[in-house]
């Protein structure tokens, strides 16, 4: 039994990837902003029109309410619902799960349509949960980075001294 | 679950401050947020019902400074209290990096207390996190009180230890918190136990409050070193 929840990282290379990928489903589906947020409420990347909100917080409720949603399926015999929709006056949402361990949120006005950003982000979904699955194969040892804290025991005492 | 972001810098850890209802887990995040600088911590949010009662969950996001140019990001969640909240308790578990338990010292709050420990542990088992091995601490709050129970009652009934089976720990092991006690010990039965480590606390006052947060974040640290 692993003693406790796994960890992992993510890189620049990461970064770069996702980027562009999200980059290329905002244009094509005039969302505003795209944000990934992993299943514990870490915010992993904002991409397109920075958000004024603050993002942290955006995030922990992100994954609360997905996972709040989660329990809803399975209560009413449903394994999950992979996306998840909230609809305001003017700015909408969509949710998307990614690979089991992270959400995809897609920030839209009246620019565009629930319609073109569900179709448009189909693709963007498969490939970023193919990513994603790589990434957490990998954990948080990747070996061309090697583990930034080893050995870091005394700077970490120093930290709390 | 804890992430190591090398885009931004930053390492990202999930701490759950767990306990009964009204043993002060919002109050200990409260007064974190009160104190730190705000350029270190982020907003504080609270989904609670209209009697000021955790709901859903609190959270608070706190650097606590920087280890080899990466930010350490501590986000901070208390769970409800209130015993039919299971199942938002749970989800709130899920990732977690790092425990508080917050224990109500009130010698009427002994049952309940030992009723949480149990939960805790069950909702930890169902996600195959095993307690016993990860960063924990024990946080003894509302000392202030009269009725508060003596410190050794509440860790005989709390914190009696860990029964230890690998033999490479089973080494006298003292609490960096409290010079002549041991974490890990040999009992007179023979038996190698592990105690947390625990902390008193007034949280209104702030007493022990950022004792406990460093105790658990150092350990949380440490355990991905
Ligand atoms: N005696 C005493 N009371 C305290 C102290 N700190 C907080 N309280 C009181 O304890 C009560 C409960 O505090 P909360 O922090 O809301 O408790 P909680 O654990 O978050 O409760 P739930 O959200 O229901 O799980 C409040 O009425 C506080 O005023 C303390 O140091 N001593
Ligand atoms: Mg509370």
Known sequence: MPVGAASWSFTEDDFGAITKSLERFLFDSNARCALLVDRSGQLVATVGEQPKFDPTAFATLTAADFSANDQLAKLIGENDFNSLF???????????????????????????????????????????????????????????????????????????? | MSMINYASREINCKIVYYGPGLGVKTTNLEHVYGKVSPDTRGK????????????????????????????????????????????????????????????????????????????????????????????????????????AAPIRDLQSALNPGWEISDPSRMRVTANPFRSGENLVEQLQTGEWVEHAPYFDAVAVTGEGVFDTLKAVSKLVLKSLA
């Open chain 2, 44 to 147: 504080l949010i609270s989904l609670a019902t209209e009697t000021e009662r955790t709901l859903f969950f609190d959270f608070l996001p706190v650097d606590l400074g920087t280890i080899r140019g990466f930010k350490t990001r501590f986000h901070l969640y208390t769970v409800p209290g209130q015993v039919y909240y299971n199942a938002s308790r749970k989800l709130i578990l899920k990732g977690v990096d790092g425990i508080v338990f917050v224990a109500d010292s009130q010698i009427e709050r002994m049952e309940a207390n030992q009723e949480a420990m149990q939960n805790l542990y069950d909702n930890m088992s169902e996600y195959g996190y095993d307690l016993t091995r990860m960063p924990f601490v024990i946080q003894y709050n509302k000392r202030d009180l009269p009725n």
């Open chain 1, 86 to 161: 909230h609809q305001g006056e003017k700015e909408s949402m969509y949710l998307a799960d990614i690979a089991r361990r992270v959400i995809l949120v897609v920030l839209f006005d009246n620019r565009t349509t629930l319609g073109l950003v569900r179709l448009k982000m189909k693709a963007t979904v498969d490939e970023l949960s193919k990513f994603f699955e790589e990434v957490f194969k990998r954990g948080a040892n990747d070996a061309s980075k090697p583990n930034i804290l080893a050995g870091a025991d005394d700077e970490i005492d120093k930290l709390f001294q």
